[in-house]
T-cell receptor, first 118, second 113 residues
Framework: GAGVSQSPSNKVTEKGKDVELRCDPISGHTALYWYRQRLGQGLEFLIYFQGNSAPDKSGLPSDRFSAERTGESVSTLTIQRTQQEDSAVYLC????????????????FGPGTRLTVL | AQSVTQLGSHVSVSEGALVLLRCNYSSSVPPYLFWYVQYPNQGLQLLLKYTTGATLVKGINGFEAEFKKSETSFHLTKPSAHMSDAAEYFCAVTLDSSYKLIFGSGTRLLVRP
């Protein structure tokens, strides 16, 4: 039973370039979340996928950010025209999303991708 | 809108001393509350959670937290700190059906020998 995996673990890019970050959730988990953790700060919610429902994109900071998920598997977070303020650790989490509520829906986090924009 | 405040970005205790990490939330409806721990170069791990029922919640590694509605608090405690407890701790709240977590800014716990 592998946990949530993310790749790459580290990404250094130049300002203005596009980047893609990948998340492989735990098999069978229908819900997937992306969060951003800036240096010295807590995690900020970015986007949430649940099954075939429309994703909750309310946390995306700008239209340069987008994410996709193929069915109930891999998700890709794309940042276009990266800026220095995008430098952060991007964390992915997944959960079973049962009907019982948050008590049944522990989010399991991946190790994150550290993005550095020069 | 809900928010989470963690007092103290850094807390330093001696090994064997009481650990107290503070968390206050703002919410117009009863929240679900969580504490996560992040060890260096690792992902977040759930320590404990409060959803309904007993307000004193016990978690892993000897940690516990008490939900106090009147004080809108969910402070994390451990009677005796161990060197292995050194990590960053995050308090989080969720309200709605999407279960997205709203995190505090984190508290780094340092344990002195």
């Amino acid at each position: 039973g592998a946990g949530v995996s993310q790749s790459p673990s580290n990404k250094v890019t130049e300002k203005g370039k596009d980047v893609e970050l990948r998340c492989d959730p735990i098999s069978g988990h229908t819900a997937l979340y992306w969060y951003r953790q800036r240096l010295g700060q807590g995690l900020e919610f970015l986007i949430y996928f649940q099954g075939n429902s429309a994703p909750d994109k309310s946390g995306l900071p700008s239209d340069r950010f987008s994410a996709e998920r193929t069915g109930e598997s891999v998700s890709t977070l794309t940042i276009q025209r990266t800026q220095q303020e995008d430098s952060a650790v991007y964390l992915c989490a997944s959960s079973l999303e049962l009907a019982g509520g948050p008590s049944d829906n522990e989010q399991f986090f991946g190790p994150g991708t550290r993005l550095t924009v020069l | 809108a809900q928010s989470v405040t963690q007092l103290g970005s850094h807390v330093s205790v001696s090994e064997g001393a009481l650990v107290l990490l503070r968390c206050n939330y703002s919410s117009s409806v009863p929240p679900y509350l969580f504490w996560y721990v992040q060890y260096p170069n690792q992902g977040l791990q759930l320590l404990l959670k409060y959803t309904t029922g007993a307000t004193l919640v016990k978690g892993i590694n000897g940690f516990e937290a008490e939900f106090k509605k009147s004080e809108t608090s969910f402070h994390l405690t451990k009677p005796s700190a161990h060197m292995s407890d050194a990590a960053e701790y995050f308090c989080a709240v969720t309200l709605d059906s999407s279960y997205k977590l709203i995190f505090g800014s984190g508290t780094r716990l340092l344990v002195r020998p």
